[in-house]
């Protein structure tokens, strides 16, 4: 995983290039070349959500959705 942090971090004086590979990256989301892998579950659910990355259940990320 490489948060945009990160990205900015590692890429500070070469905006170009981060901008050129983010770019590139929602072509190839958009196209459908590649997924993101994750879970949701309610926010009420987050304790629930920390047992089921401790036990290896979740694969990618898991996203606790706020209750409207």
Known sequence: TISY???YATFFNQ???VD??????FVLLAD???KPK???LP???AAYGHELIESGQVSGKLLLIPSV
């Open 5 to 7: 942090s990160e990205i």
């Open 15 to 17: 905006y170009n290039k």
């Open 20 to 25: 050129e590979a983010l770019r590139h990256l």
């Open 32 to 34: 459908g070349k590649i």
């Open 38 to 40: 994750f879970t949701t």
């Open 43 to 45: 926010l009420e659910q």
